[in-house]
């Protein structure tokens, strides 16, 4: 037993690196070495051994990243556990696939199995894990990056994917530094010049943020209704009577153009005569269009929707969300297992929209993104080809408590605006609600709002920590777009990745073997 501690310590040691990375701890430079001693432990080892290694780390991380899916326990019960277990295995899965392939490639020709390899290889299956088995790519490393806003515009050139291949990269450099001695000073400035390169080119592509020539000044009700009230027929009105109130507030200190609630803040019928009157006469009152998450039904299909009602009082749009989340708004599969609706908690069987739908509020182009949708960068990039000039995220994380999941959603919302270059309005319930620019900055809610219809404003040190689960509003003039550079290219960075990995192992079975000394211990 002792043995295979020691002999799994590495993977263990690099899975919680890595986790470390994220936040709330956010070390975040902890990922330029996080990878180095699982490298170390199996660069000379069988590619099946080196496999079970890379799953040990991966499991490890994914354990300790995605601890708030626990917060189900509330939900689920005890399955709430197993569910999130097997979650991590799947996952951890595709780490050992890394491993496998690139000790594959390593042992059979060391030239092959280099640290441009291993990045590729690593940025592919970062890819993958995004979109297999309709995809989960919390863990991507460029959403561990927030803090540094240099490196985080690489994001802008070639999505997330450029920033992962980047601290990829540099991991495994380092291990060939300690790995090769006689070469150390090589691969120690290579690895160098990498980080010294991004940043460089980073601080070139970081610019102020550009004032709109008429600005468009959004309003934010972070609302914080937990999911009890929610769902709970006897608060459908007064959820929204409450904001309705607040924002009316909100709108009397400043001239708003758009209002925006989060995900599902509109529970009730909208076509209820109360229901429609509160909204029209919230409109009226406070002179501003309002984009709200809402509910829909037509057709006999349940959809989670995005609503745009114009001052009139008037709905000129609706947005269905198409990416919905497995196991929270469907079941994968329940049609040919049943049974499996028994175990899981879902808020509905929800069916998807078919379209993206830009939404124009005066002058201005609003792409909606509905709460998981956020994790997708074809869906946002795909907002921005088709003419949105501002991002908008409603969410509702009131699922997860005063966890991990809120400041991490907040990180991969910031790479969606750096990489589309356009501002992002993230409007969250439980937080953290706040507007991005195009290169990342953050400016968060900062009115408290739980007292009537009085907004006393919050000290401007406020910890963001501290806005998770509270009532809370605030005003934005949102800034305007910047040109995206390589806007073409975004398309094309995933399939370049896997070309150039399909073209390393053809090449592996064309080259001639040669064969290194090994470690065949696990």
């Keep these: 037993m002792r043995g295979t501690i020691r002999n799994f310590s590495p993977a263990v040691v690099s899975g919680i690196l890595l986790a470390s990375c994220f936040p709330r701890f956010h070390f975040f430079y902890l990922a330029w070495f996080a990878l180095v001693p699982l490298l170390w432990r199996t660069r000379a080892l069988p590619p099946i051994h080196a496999a079970l290694h890379f799953f040990v780390a991966g499991f490890v991380f994914h354990v300790i990243l995605l601890q708030w899916l626990l917060a189900n326990i509330m939900w689920a019960g005890g399955w709430a556990v197993l569910g999130q277990q097997i979650l991590c295995a799947v996952l951890a899965i595709f780490w050992a696939v890394v491993g496998l392939l690139w000790r594959c490639l390593g042992t059979r020709n060391p030239r092959l199995g280099g640290p441009l390899t291993f990045a590729l290889l690593w940025v592919a299956m970062e890819h993958a894990q995004s979109?297999?088995?309709?995809?989960?790519?919390?863990?991507?490393?460029?959403?561990?990056?927030?803090?540094?806003?240099?490196?985080?515009?690489?994001?802008?050139?070639?999505?997330?994917?450029?920033?992962?291949?980047?601290?990829?990269?540099?991991?495994?450099?380092?291990?060939?530094?300690?790995?090769?001695?006689?070469?150390?000073?090589?691969?120690?400035?290579?690895?160098?010049?990498?980080?010294?390169?991004?940043?460089?080119?980073g601080f070139l592509l970081l610019k102020p943020a550009a004032p709109d020539a008429d600005p468009l000044k959004i309003g934010l009700f972070q609302s914080n209704y937990s999911l009890e009230m929610k769902w709970d027929p006897e608060y459908r009105y007064e959820t929204i009577r409450n904001a309705s109130e607040k924002s009316i507030a909100l709108a009397a200190r400043g001239d708003l153009d758009l209002m925006v609630w989060p995900e599902a803040l509109i529970l009730a019928d909208v076509e209820a005569p109360e229901i429609r009157d509160l909204l029209a006469r919230t409109t009226r009152e406070g002179a501003f269009m309002l984009l709200s998450g809402a509910g829909r039904m037509e057709g006999g299909k349940d959809y989670n929707s995005a609503l745009l009602m114009n001052e009139a009082g008037e709905i000129v749009s609706w947005y269905d969300k198409i990416h919905l989340a497995p196991f929270g708004e469907y079941v994968p599969l329940s049609r040919y297992f049943p049974f499996i609706t028994k175990f899981v908690p879902t808020i509905g069987d929800l069916s998807a929209g078919i379209e993206p739908r830009v939404m124009p509020v005066d002058g201005r182009a609003v792409g909606p993104l509905i709460c998981f949708e956020v994790l997708f960068s074809p869906m946002s990039n795909r907002l921005r080809r088709d003419g949105a000039d501002i991002l908008v995220v409603a969410t509702n994380l009131a699922w997860w408590g005063h966890s991990t999941a809120i400041p991490q959603e907040l990180e991969i919302a910031r790479v969606r605006a750096v990489e589309t270059r356009l501002p992002l309005v993230h409007s969250a319930n439980t937080g953290i609600a706040g507007v991005f620019d195009p290169y990342g900055r953050f400016a968060p809610v900062n009115l408290y709002a739980a007292a009537g219809i009085q907004l006393y404003p919050l000290p401007a040190d406020t910890p963001l920590d501290a806005l998770i689960m509270q009532r809370l509003a605030g005003a934005f003039d949102v800034p305007a777009a910047v040109p995206q550079p390589l806007l073409a290219l975004h398309r094309f960075v995933p399939w370049m990745v896997y070309a150039l990995c399909a073209a390393i192992l053809i090449l592996a079975l064309l080259l001639p073997a040669d064969r290194v000394r090994r470690t065949d211990a696990p």
């Design 131 to 201: 979109t297999v088995f309709t995809g989960l790519g919390w863990s991507s490393l460029s959403y561990s990056q927030g803090p540094d806003l240099y490196l985080l515009q690489w994001a802008a050139l070639g999505t997330g994917l450029a920033i992962s291949l980047l601290i990829a990269l540099v991991n495994a450099l380092l291990l060939d530094a300690i790995a090769a001695p006689p070469r150390a000073p090589l691969y120690a400035s290579a690895a160098l010049a990498v980080i010294a390169g991004a940043h460089m080119v």
